[in-house]
């Protein structure tokens, strides 16, 4: 314990133990989180609770968000929509931290067997090593969650500039 004016030093071995304590907490509570299903999506339905979303990002980050989304033919099963509402939440960040884009356009869509989701940018696009980087946390979370699905994630940089991720999951599983 420390007295009434005691000071901790860089490489005091209690300050050690308090900040791995701190960052194991803070990672225990940003996995739980992540997990939680939001209830938005409950009470609104994915493309309302997207929708939201992508207000709500626009009108924090200035940044003009579009959400293009067709009508599913059948009600997308829990797992899958806290998934892409998730993914679409973790693209947002992204680009709002990284990508200096000034529009964005979310598509959700059914092709064939596959449910495609697209967020694209108009910034700086993808570094080559985006995937590998340290602190891609994000991206390496949302390629998770695709393959837990059974599907994919796939990162592009657009010919005219800017960024698109695109997830694909099977319809079956949806």
């Known amino acids: 314990s420390l007295g009434a004016g005691a000071r901790l030093s860089a490489d005091d071995p209690q300050l050690t133990g308090m900040l791995t304590m701190l960052d194991d907490t803070l990672a225990s509570v940003r996995r739980l989180s992540t997990d939680l299903r939001p209830l938005m999506l409950d009470d609104l339905g994915l493309t309302a609770a997207i929708e939201w979303l992508a207000r709500e990002t626009s009108r924090r980050m200035g940044i003009d968000v579009h959400l293009l989304s067709a009508e599913l033919e059948t009600e997308l099963n829990d797992k899958v929509s806290t998934a892409l509402y998730r993914m679409v939440q973790e693209a947002l960040t992204n680009i709002a931290r990284h990508a200096s884009a000034s529009e964005v356009e979310i598509r959700i869509q059914p092709r064939r067997d596959r449910l495609v989701l697209t967020v694209s940018d108009n910034g700086v696009g993808f570094p080559a090593d985006a995937m590998q980087r340290e602190g ?21 940089n657009l010919a005219k500039g800017g960024g698109r991720l695109t997830v694909s999951l099977p319809l079956d599983r949806a």
Do not use: T, V
């Open 136 to 156: 891609s946390y994000g991206l390496m979370g949302m390629r998770e969650r695709a393959q837990m699905l059974g599907g994919s994630l796939a990162l592009e």
